[in-house]
């Protein structure tokens, strides 16, 4: 069978790329917009989003390039609030999407009540972008209320990072569950090996009941940061699979992800 129509999350970077102090990860190997093209083909994937590598910070620069080259990509990216508008959106016209927060791992907490980050917030919203986040579950749990509240649309990784002795009880995935309710949040059935030892296909379940195929997502998390050697594509693909079992609805999901990354 096909691939999925839309991998939602992937990472494209070179070895010797600046990274910001105290990133979590300091690449040894290249993983290029080339590389990932090629596995979207391999795996008949038919489109692709760039997600913004949190140790690279505001340094857009490949994935603008990336865009430019392949048109049947997207991407999100970090951002300091002091962006302008003519920036953000030339960044929209090369196919940037949304904003991330990539907060795992890392110490500290963008207090997005201030007022610059209510102007970028609003700007996002303004532009039909979304906010995508990827924390710590008492974290995502903490910012989620506030970007809601800011009007923007939400994406939430990895199935919240749900805690595997809470389940369906960790913060992170109750946060998700919330954004599903408030018509604007999405949530990435992705990056199982990320929360060893939770019952992924009974969270699925729960997204499923709570808010259909039009709220979730499929993301890779290609080329699996600090897994690129116990983790395949393909193993995400069967994920995928076993997560949502029916091939209509996994369909449907695709769908949900070509009109929210804007390919529809």
């Given amino acids: 069978m096909p691939g999925p129509l839309v991998d939602t999350h992937a990472h494209i ?18 993983f290029t ?24 910070g505001s340094f857009n620069d490949y994935s603008l390039q990336a865009l430019r080259a392949h048109r049947r990509l997207r991407a999100t990216a970090i951002l300091e609030p002091d962006v302008t508008l003519p920036e953000l959106r030339s960044m929209d016209e090369a196919g940037i999407v949304g904003i991330r927060f990539s907060l795992r791992n890392y110490a500290g907490t963008p207090n997005l009540t201030t007022p610059e980050y209510q102007r970028l917030l609003r700007r996002v919203a303004d532009l039909d972008w979304h906010v995508h986040i990827f924390a710590e579950g008492d974290r995502i749990a ?42 604007r949040g999405w949530v990435k059935v992705s990056g199982p090996y990320r929360s ?20 979730l997502l499929f993301g890779s998390d290609w080329p699996f940061v600090g897994h690129e050697e116990t983790v ?5 693909v069967s994920w ?12 449907e999901i695709g769908r949900t992800a070509a009109r929210l990354y804007r390919f529809a």
């Avoid at 800011?150 to 946060?175: M, R």
Wanted: glycine content about 10%; overall charge negative; aromatic content about 6%.
């Fill in 196 to 215: 060893p030892g939770c019952d992924h296909p009974a969270l699925a379940a729960r997204l499923l009941r709570e808010a259909g195929p039009e709220r």
């Fill in 13 to 30: 970077y070179l070895a010797d790329h600046p990274v910001i102090p105290g990133a979590t990860h300091h690449p040894e190997r290249s």
């Fill in 240 to 251: 995928f699979e076993k997560a949502i079992p029916n091939a209509a609805t996994r369909e």
């Fill in 232 to 236: 395949t594509y393909r193993d995400t």
């Fill in 142 to 183: 903490a910012l989620t209320p506030v970007l809601l509240n800011a009007g923007v649309k939400l994406v939430i990784d990895h199935y919240g990072n749900p805690d595997p002795a809470l389940g369906e009880n960790s913060p992170g995935f109750q946060a998700a569950l919330r954004a599903l309710g408030s018509g």
């Fill in 33 to 56: 917009d080339g590389d990932f093209v090629r596995t979207l083909d391999e795996n008949e994937v038919l489109f692709g989003v760039i997600a913004a590598a949190s140790f690279m």
